[in-house]
């Protein structure tokens, strides 16, 4: 009789049904065992093939801890996080040598995750120590914008963003509009912000992850207005309507940050903990996030499954 293959007996053990799939296989041979089982745009999460993002559609940015994390001889500092989306908008480290940590999963560590953690006093000359350049110019269309973070805190300091991204080389200089960022405002709050106009929504600090779920739509008001919505985990959803100030910028977004922040000069926005997925979507989705009819929702249930929320 022939032996199998770990490969090969993942495939007999789940059969067509994807139901109680358990495989002692490596990660890249899972990798594969999940596209050949499950439909297209679809993923092997907890037993069954979850839509994806790409199921959605319209990503212009994915990041996922457990795939595409390229790091240096140490196995453990991140080089480069490549983009899943066709786009290939990959975050590489922005001071040589300096990138996050890539966390993975063992028995005190239960998610992959990549880790930042500020080093030493801030200061405008150390401010990217650690962190990853991105190109987040999708935000900056003008139909609308899903931005989608999983992160988890590890210390409660008051700017702790995750995601940002200036135009030009000031963050909000007095009278003009200057920054995005998604993360954490202070203890309790999570921010969407551009224009230097906060929008907050309570987001406990505990060590678990949240989904930050950050949605700009155009609406037919004076100017450029948008609707801006912010959904911090499952706790709160906040509408801001701003008819003056758009949260979508026709500007050039320049300098996009994973890590940290963007905000007045001498504001420390570096972030302390782990970021395991973000999701950049070319629109502003519809629905809610328990709706698994909606757009919002499939893209909810799919970070959800993903990351045991």
Do not use: K
Not at 12 to 40: K, N
Not at 156 to 180: I, R, S, W
């Amino acid at each position: 009789m022939a032996i199998r293959t770990g490969w090969e007996r993942a495939l007999v053990a789940c059969g067509v049904m994807l139901s109680g799939c358990v495989a002692d296989v490596g990660d890249a041979e899972l990798g594969v065992a999940r596209e050949a089982l499950c439909p297209p745009y679809t993923e092997m999460v907890a037993g069954g093939c979850t839509p994806t993002p790409t199921f959605v559609g319209g990503v212009e940015l994915w990041l996922r801890a457990d795939r595409g994390v390229i790091t240096a001889r140490d196995r453990r500092r991140v080089t480069q996080w490549q983009d899943q989306s066709p786009n290939d908008r990959h975050a590489v480290a922005t001071v040589s040598g300096t990138g996050p940590a890539a966390v993975v999963p063992g028995l005190i560590e239960p998610r992959h995750a990549i880790r930042f953690v500020p080093s030493g006093a801030w200061s405008v000359a150390t401010q990217d120590t650690g962190m990853l350049t991105v190109d987040l110019s999708p935000i900056a269309g003008a139909h609308g914008v899903t931005v989608m973070v999983v992160a988890s805190r590890e210390s409660e300091t008051t700017n702790d963003h995750v995601l940002g991204a200036g135009v030009g080389t000031t963050g909000c200089p007095a009278g003009e509009g200057g920054a995005f960022f998604l993360g954490y405002s202070d203890a309790d709050h999570a921010t969407m912000d551009t224009n230097c106009r906060a929008l907050v929504a309570q987001a406990w600090f505990e060590p678990l992850p949240r989904i930050l779920t950050g949605i700009a739509s155009p609406v037919p008001l004076f100017g450029d207005g948008h609707l801006r919505e912010l959904y911090a985990g499952p706790y709160e959803h906040v509408h801001v309507l701003d008819p003056y100030e758009p949260f979508v910028t026709t500007a050039p977004l320049l300098d996009g940050r994973i890590g940290r922040g963007f905000g007045s000069t001498g504001t420390d926005t570096r972030f302390d903990g782990d970021v395991h997925e973000i999701v950049i979507f070319d629109r502003a989705l519809e629905g809610e996030p328990d709706d698994l009819s909606s757009e919002l929702g499939l893209a909810t249930s799919w970070l959800r499954r993903h990351w045991g929320l």
